[in-house]
């Protein structure tokens, strides 16, 4: 007879290395989701580092900016309405600067596209008169091919955000500087496209970001330095799932006057934050107050990489980032627009010389309650002003003369 001796785990053994690889897989899988964030974080870096290079060859090329409500405008034949008609035979002056810098960051097959006239929509099907060289309005032209193209140097691979009801996403915007209004939509001009005196009086006061609407800027307006200058920055798109960030409330002055709150109190729209969710807006039944009206699911923040509409393609230095997104509903000129982002903690903004920084939610970013500068303000606020947002405030405006005594 032989004898075989056998061998194997005993089940006591066998537990103890299943609770062994447990633990390590425990420790392991928050290590693997904070390395691809990580990633995505350097994409979306690296996205925001080309547009800056785009726009500095932009400007070598065309010695000024890509404007802010680029486009031609055919008032005289175009559908009644004004300059915000939904027209299908002009862009009535309202695409915003990502358009210009198509060409400058390998898209130039879908510049060319838009720079002529285009006998096909999206679907295709042949039109019987063509799409206008330079494209119709961006507002809600799902036939418009360019228009519901996504445009992947325009998007942050940390945002989940995609598909309808949005168009061609974006998660980068212009800087309108520390403004709360005046005139994001109109700009210098009246809603027939004529210039206004008015309306340049209070721009010229007001909007002291790089970027203003329907003007032409360069970067010889920069007189705080490029370097210490923002540019742009990020946002998140918009989910429908009543985030403070992306989906905007619409305040309307209780007695309807023309009293703006938000240009007083910027800080306003924050009441309606849910208590026990601060990232989204209260439903009343957390101790909170309910807004009485939420922006609906079909105009969110970054739905539209076409449109200078402010929701879309602007930012401004304000409130602090990830902080609220409130526009007035009474005027479509006021507006609080922080930048936003997927990332833990901040986003990345660009300045004007290119950099790309990352800039946290805990930013100084002065007195929330304060108001903005403007044409009609007195003391402290009058035009030129230093901004009543902090360092923050300071960064977004180009020609305020503030000194950047420390970093960010």
Same mark, same amino acid.
């Given at each position: 007879?032989?004898?075989?001796n ?5 089940l006591v053994?066998?537990l103890v290395?299943?609770?062994?690889i447990?633990v390590?897989?425990?420790l ?16 979306c ?6 547009i800056?290079l785009?726009?500095h ?15 031609f405008?055919?008032?005289g ?6 300059s915000?008609?939904?027209s ?6 309202n695409?915003s600067a ?7 960051i390998e ?5 060319e ?6 006998g096909?929509n ?5 039109r019987?008169v063509?799409w ?6 961006p ?12 445009v992947?140097?325009f998007?942050?691979p940390?945002?989940?955000g995609?598909g ?10 212009v800087?309108?500087?520390d ?5 994001f ?5 009246n ?6 005196t008015g309306?340049?009086a209070?721009?010229?006061a007001?909007?002291?970001g790089?970027?203003?609407?329907r ?6 307006d ?8 923002i540019?742009?920055?990020?946002f998140a798109?918009?989910?429908?799932d009543n ?5 905007p409330?619409?305040w309307?002055?209780p007695?309807g006057?023309?009293?703006d ?5 910027p ?5 309606? @934050?849910?208590p026990? !969710?601060p990232?989204f807006?209260?439903? *009343?039944?957390? +101790?909170?107050? /309910?807004?009485s009206? =939420? ?10 990489w076409s ?6 393609t602007t ?8 902080s609220?997104t409130?526009l007035?509903?009474n ?6 627009l922080?930048p936003s982002s ?6 990345h ?8 920084r990352f800039?946290?939610?805990s930013?100084?970013?002065?007195a929330a309650?304060?108001?903005?500068v403007?044409?009609?303000?007195i003391?402290p606020? @009058?035009?030129g002003s !230093? ?5 923050? *405030?300071?960064? +977004?405006?180009r /020609?305020s003369?503030? =000194?950047i005594?420390?970093?960010f």
């Open positions: 007879m032989t004898k075989r056998t061998k194997g785990f005993t053994e066998l290395v299943i609770a062994i447990g390590l897989v425990g392991l899988l928050p290590a693997v989701q904070a390395a691809r964030e990580a990633a995505r974080r350097m994409s870096s690296n996205n925001f580092k080309q800056g785009a726009i060859n932009y400007h070598s090329a065309f010695k000024q900016l890509p404007e802010q409500g680029a486009g405008s055919d008032i034949n175009d559908v009644s309405g004004g915000w008609a939904q299908e035979i002009s862009s009535q002056r695409l990502l358009v210009g810098l198509l060409p400058f898209q130039q097959a879908l510049w596209q838009i720079a002529n006239p285009m096909t999206a679907d295709g099907t042949i019987p063509p206008p060289q330079m494209g119709p309005t507002f809600r032209q799902f036939n418009y091919r360019p228009w519901v193209t996504e992947p140097s998007r942050c940390s945002d989940p995609v309808l009801p949005a168009m061609g996403r974006t998660n980068y915007g800087c309108m500087g403004t709360t209004h005046r005139f939509l109109w700009g210098p001009y809603d027939v496209l004529e210039l206004d309306h340049v209070h721009l010229r007001s909007a002291r790089v970027f203003v609407p003007t032409k800027t360069a970067f010889r920069i007189l705080d330095g490029l370097s210490n200058t540019m742009m920055g990020e798109t918009g989910l429908g985030d403070v960030r992306t989906q409330l619409n309307a002055d007695d006057s023309d009293d709150i938000l240009f007083d109190n800080s306003f729209c924050q009441g309606f @934050t849910s026990l !969710r990232r807006w209260s439903d *009343g039944a957390d +101790g909170g107050t /309910a807004p009206r =939420v922006a609906s699911a079909s105009f969110l923040r970054g739905f539209s449109d200078r509409n402010y929701l879309n930012m401004n230095t304000i409130l602090p980032p990830n609220v409130c007035r509903s005027s479509s000129d006021s507006g609080i922080p997927q990332h833990q903690g901040g986003v903004i660009l300045m004007g010389d290119g950099a790309v800039v946290t939610d930013i100084e970013a002065g309650t304060n108001g903005g403007g044409l009609d303000q003391g606020r @009058t035009p !230093r901004s009543p947002y902090g360092l923050w *405030g300071s960064l +977004g405006s /020609a003369r503030e =000194v005594d420390g970093e």
